[in-house]
Structure formats: C-alpha cells, structure tokens
C-alpha cells in the first residue's frame, strides 16, 4: 500500500525551537486526507543522515511503500548538501515527491528543485554558523579558567567559584586523593619505578582506589600526564614552551601555586597526548598538589614512552655514555678485547671511520682503571659537601622562580626593542641600544644568580649518594649509574687527561 510519509526532527528541546509534535501537526494538513506514515528523530542533529527514523524512512521509499516525503522545513531533513543531493537522487529513482509545508517546494519543475538546492546551502551555512559560534565561546570560556565539565580528575572534587563576574566551578584537592597523587608522582619521577611498580606498591600498602574499580597502568599513565595536578612555575613554562605549546598566560602569572588546564585548541593538529604542538595551556584557578619538578620528571617519562629521564646504557660500564672524546667531542664507545677480560674505551669516530679523522685519547683507556680514578673523585667531590646545611626537599627557591619569570620577561622585552630596530631614527636606535645593554646585563646577573642557587645540593639526595658510594661494590649496576646521572654532566679525555664536568 503507498502513502505518504511526514518526518519530523528536533536535536535540541529549547523554548524557541518547533515541537516534535508541532512539525506533525503542520504536516498533516498537506496529506489531505491520504494515509500517512510518522518518522520521528528526537535529539539528532541534521549534519548528517546516522538517524534511526530517517534511515526508516529511506528503507521504505526503496521497498516502494512511499509515494510522497513532507516535512515541515528543509532543514528539519538535512542540513548537508552532499546527504541533500544524495537523497534527491534517491528520490527521483523511486519517483518519490518531496514537500516542504512552510516553503511550498515543486520538485517536479527544474526553477524548484534550483530553489531547493539554493535553500540547502543556507542551511548548511546556517549550521556551520552556529557550530562556529560555539566553538568560539567555548574556547573565550577556556582561555578564562572556566569550568568546561567533564569527568572530575582523581585528586579532587569540585565547588563555586565567581570568574570575572560569571559564576562557574573549579577543584579542591580531597586531602587522601592528594597524598596519593603525590605518592605516585614521587615514585614514578625515580627512574627505577615503572607503572607496574606504583600499582604493587600500593597494593603491598593497601592503597585502595577510593572511587572504586582498580588500579591499572593505563589509568595511572593518563594522571602523571595531566597538567592539573602540577604547582606551575616557570620551569613549567619552559618545558611547555619547548613543546611548542601555545601558552595562553604570561610567565609572571606562573608563580608555582595554581595548576593548568590543557586544551587540543583550535590550532592543534593532533589528539595525540604525546605531541604538545599548539596545545592550549592555560592556568586553573585551583591549586596545584605536585612540584614542578617531580611532575616534569614523570611528564617526560610519559612522552608516548620514547623519552626517559635517563638514557638507557649498555650494562658494560656505569661510566657509558658520560666520557666523551677530547679531541672530536664524540663519545667513547666501551668494547671488550675478544682474547683478554680488558674492556676499554675507544673514540667512536676512530673506530668507524676507515680513514679516520680523530686521533682519539691519546692511549688505551681501560675502562676498569677510569671507573677506579672516577670512584675516588667521587668520593673526594662528595667530601666537599658533608657541611652543607640541610634544605627543603622537592620545594621550589621562591627566588629562583622569580629569576626565570624576570628572565623570560628580559627575553620578550630584548625580542620587542629588536622589531622595532628595523627602520629606526638614530636617536631611537641609541635608546633601543643603551636599553639592550641594560636588559642585557640584568640578564646576565640574573642567570648567575639562578646558577648559584640551582646547584647548591639537597641534603637529603646527597645522603642517599653517599650511602651509595660508601657501598660501592654492593650497589646494584642502575644505582651506580643513577650517582654518576646525579654528580656527573660530562668526562672529557684528550692526551691522557681527564676532565670532569660536575652536576654539583
């Protein structure tokens, strides 16, 4: 039996958008008095046609049972013209007439099916309009620090908060959630600990996840990469602007009390959470419960697993990768002698170049003899510090903040006297110059300062050291090479010489 068939659609239920019931109502007067069939899709969008009722609809038409297609307004059946265009042709195949019962179309005549298509491009423009509306509200609501929903991280829970007037909402840390966030950063920023070693270590401890289910790798994984629990600094300004982040705030405002939101943004490229390229950063309004420090440990251990806050060694000596050559600044490669137990360094551009370029250090370097002289300067470099008064742990020098922020401000203000150089009369370029000076030697007296301060030692990690030297041959091979990681940036030999370059 033929009929026809009315479908209606409404995504959104508002005050101002047509009923359900009142795109029926205006469609039946167009039956007049022939059978009809209802299609009704409730809460779907008209950007496409992945709709229950309207698929229906389609699969009738092609069984024959629909002479007829009404509805109350174009836009209530498609908002796309590609899927218009495709349902128009459906429709000419199986001689299916198509009315609109407030725009009065004649697809019967060329001038109407032209009007119609006119009709649907508006549509779609209409749609694309109103997305990006909404787009730019919801990132102006982003860069502000408003609450944007979603799932309530692990950590915290949430309260009112007035934002520029507008009222929203924003995190508290939960005092036991917090601890254990804390707990899970510390033992993930120590290279030895792997995800799997959290989850052991908090079932050995009891640790329960207080939101229910279980602990998992991919859970935890997820939290150490998440900016919202971090106390952003300028350090944290700095590992975010190295990965070509876009940083909504100015460094001043990274004081190391409030933590980050992070955003795809509109110009990111990638959903990736590895890949932080024109991702938004902008500062929360809550506080932050993990150091800058600990939290960048572990973000960089999570950089899609390719990144690792310590290059993983060949187990041939705890001394591999930090002896460079002196003489082409390459590094030295340990090898084992096929006869003999001796096992000694070699200048890797010397030993893979035929003709080679380096003369290398001069004479054979066992490795068994540089480890014996390292050890002792370690001893002796660690004698150095046994009078050092104790300092706080993980907490950032306040002053050291201060320093980078003003060095990063030094940095924008040198940049922008330089644009406004090209073109410049000479009494604006003896300005510009005696400002750069200015800025220039503030610069310099603020990164000695920073230095002093970055490398006076934590007692308490030099105690851990010094247990560990003091035990030299019961200490296992990733401890040896955690000490020479901490004390050690680099050994240059050249000519029979050594030179040290220390960490502290």
Not at 135 to 163: E, L, Q, W
Not at 250 to 276: I, N
Not at 285 to 295: A, K, L, N, T, Y
Request: charged share 30%.
């Amino acid at each position: 039996m033929y009929c026809d068939a009315i479908y209606a659609r409404q995504s959104v239920e508002r005050a101002d958008s047509i009923s359900i019931e009142s795109q029926l109502e205006s469609c039946k007067y167009e039956t007049r008095g022939n059978p009809y069939k209802e299609y009704t899709d409730k809460g779907f969008s008209g950007k496409n046609t992945n709709r229950p009722a309207f698929e229906e609809m389609m699969e009738d038409i092609r069984q024959g049972k629909i002479t007829r297609v009404i509805v109350y307004k174009l836009d209530r059946i498609s908002r796309s013209i590609l899927d218009f265009a495709n349902m128009m042709d459906i429709f000419q195949k199986y001689h299916v007439e198509f009315v609109s019962s407030t725009e009065k179309f004649d697809t019967s005549t060329p001038i109407g099916r032209a009007m119609l298509n006119i009709c649907i491009v508006f549509a779609q423009l209409e749609r694309e309009t109103i997305q990006k509306r909404v787009t730019d509200a919801y990132y102006s609501r982003c860069k502000k620090g408003f609450y944007m929903g979603g799932r309530i991280p692990y950590g915290f829970s949430k309260t009112t908060t007035v934002i520029d007037g507008i009222r929203t909402s924003m995190y508290v840390p939960v005092p036991e959630e917090a601890e254990q966030i804390r707990l899970m950063y510390a033992l993930y920023a120590d290279p030895k600990n792997s995800l799997g070693d959290i989850i052991r270590c908090f079932h050995e401890h009891g640790i329960k996840h207080l939101r229910g289910g279980m602990w998992s790798t991919a859970r935890i994984s997820d939290m150490l990469r998440n900016p919202v629990y971090v106390k952003a600094d300028a350090d944290v300004y700095d590992f975010f602007k190295s990965q070509r982040a876009h940083i909504v705030n100015p460094v001043s405002d990274f004081t190391g009390y409030h933590a980050c939101y992070l955003y795809k943004g509109e110009l990111s490229k990638t959903r990736k959470q590895y890949d932080l390229t024109d991702k938004e950063i902008i500062l929360a309004p809550h506080e932050g419960i993990v150091s800058s420090r600990d939290w960048i440990k572990c973000r960089v251990r999570c950089l899609n697993n390719r990144q690792s806050t310590r290059t993983c060694k060949p187990k041939n000596s705890w001394l591999a990768g930090k002896v460079k050559c002196g003489k082409c600044g390459y590094g030295l490669t340990i090898v084992k002698a096929n006869t003999k137990w001796h096992r000694y360094f070699i200048c890797s551009t010397a030993s893979t170049t035929k003709k080679a370029e380096c003369t290398g250090t001069g004479g054979t370097v066992y490795a068994d003899v540089l480890e014996a002289y390292m050890l002792k300067a370690i001893h002796e470099r660690l004698a150095e510090f046994h009078t050092l008064s104790k300092q706080e742990g993980h907490h950032t020098n306040p002053r050291i903040n201060a320093h980078k922020i003003r060095l990063a401000e030094i940095d924008k203000e040198i940049e922008n006297l330089l644009s406004k150089a090209v073109g410049a009369t000479p009494v604006l370029m003896e300005y510009i110059n005696k400002k750069a000076e200015a800025l220039d030697a503030e610069r310099k007296q603020l990164q000695e300062e920073t230095l002093s301060l970055t490398h006076q030692p934590d007692s308490s990690s030099l105690r851990t050291i010094s247990d560990h030297v003091q035990k030299w041959e019961e200490t296992t091979f990733e401890d040896k090479q955690a000490v020479v990681d901490t004390l050690i940036k680099m050994i240059t030999i050249a000519d029979d010489k050594i030179e040290i370059t220390w960490n502290i």
